[in-house]
């Protein structure tokens, strides 16, 4: 997600697209919006805050809510669609997968965030999030797809920010979408076994497929391995669980 600050100019731009809108039982959101699914997609949301520092935005694609606006039409035609998603973003052993799937080859391309990313100053200024554009990127481009006739459906994940900006900076039509299959399975299935070959660990786990108290007895046992195994150096030891801990 990303915030701005707005005025009540853009607050009233925002209300004349006539998104359907959604009711929040909150006294500070005074406009939710999201996708029409023709004009934007389905998991495109926008909300707008009240509060002591006047209207903010909160949104989870800054362009394409601005050509919206502006009346920037789409080409809504395209003969290939390849798909983006991470893995390993909450689990604490290891790095972070992003990989993609190309409609047009039925294909799957995977690369590594390092750990490294996920420790000390580099998470704490947030480099993963240029090292996986860098790497996402790096995946389009072995595709070699046409930018006129490609679609690029990315998740809506906090660490594609940055890829889904440098990929419309390069010349690609970007959609923020809910990822699922064939990608979804074939990633966590890749990143189980990248966790397993790379640290012998054979209980990987996607936190999205857990309930609250099993995600909590799944992490404690990966954090037991860990320590067990002297594997801190390989930890997402940047998180704030970690702190003090060596």
Known sequence: MESFKIDESMLEKIKALGLPE??????????????????????FNAKVYSGKKGLKLVTNDHETL?????GKQKNGSYSRTIFIDDSGWGFPLGGVLVGAYDTLTNSFKFKEIEVKFFQGNEFNSKDYLLEYSKKGV????????????????????????????????????VEVAKISEPLQSELERKHKEYIKEKFGYDAYYDPKELQTKEIVSEFEKV????????????????????????
């Open 22 to 43: 959604k009711k929040e039982n909150n006294e500070y959101i005074l406009l939710h919006v999201c996708g029409d699914t023709i004009r934007a997609p389905e998991t």
């Open 66 to 70: 601005m050509d919206l606006i502006n």
């Open 138 to 173: 790096e995946i389009i481009n072995e595709f070699n797809p046409d930018k006129n006739s490609t679609l690029i459906k990315i998740c809506t994940g906090y660490i594609n920010i940055e890829l889904k900006r440098e990929l419309r900076r390069i010349g690609y039509n």
């Open 223 to 246: 954090v037991e391995f860990i320590k067990k195994n002297n594997l801190m150096s390989q930890a997402k030891s940047g998180w704030e669980y970690f702190s003090g801990r060596k």
